[in-house]
């Protein structure tokens, strides 16, 4: 059996208030998209964490420069601890067998997520939601670089979104009411 811990971490007070019972929600998309992605067999029988990150856009804007080489900020960021697509059971050999072994982190900025909403006209919660399985599947090793990959992406991101309520983020221009 595998076991998930979500640590999701308000470092911006700007989102405390974001929308009702935010962090359950958060740790609830993450534990879907944990679930829905296909893990390495070695996965099992181990404790893993995933760190969601609710930050601004400067610290982003930072963490994309460092990291990627771009000087502006972006909506989300993941920052994978290790490729699972190359995953050999063998780097689990470093973590005693009660660890709980961190996946990575997803981190997501509120000034663009906020601009993004007004521009497409997009839920917040929504939103916010879509960007956290997304960024969890790019821990679990799933990228959109190229075609096929991006299809199986967004194939599974709905699938993910649409059993936790929420609406096709691809598909679905129109604002719609979220309940709480």
Known sequence: MISLHIHVDTASDKWKRAFPKMKRKIEQATAAAFVAAKRPAGFSGRNFEIAVVLTDDKTIKDLNHTYRGKKEAT??????????????????????????????????????????????????????????????????????????????????????????????????????????
């Open 75 to 180: 909506n989300v960021l993941s920052f994978p601890q290790f490729d699972v697509k190359k995953f050999r059971k063998t780097q689990l050999k470093d973590f005693p067998a009660d660890d709980v072994i961190p996946l990575g982190d997803v981190v997501v900025a509120w000034q663009t997520v906020k601009r993004e909403c007004k521009e497409q006209k997009k839920d917040l919660e929504d939103h916010v939601i879509h960007l956290v399985v997304h960024g969890t599947l790019h821990i679990l090793g799933y990228d959109h670089m190229k075609a096929k990959e991006a299809k199986t992406m967004e194939s599974l991101e709905c699938d993910i979104l649409e059993s936790l309520g929420y609406p096709d983020p691809y598909h679905e221009p129109v604002l719609e009411t979220r309940r709480s």
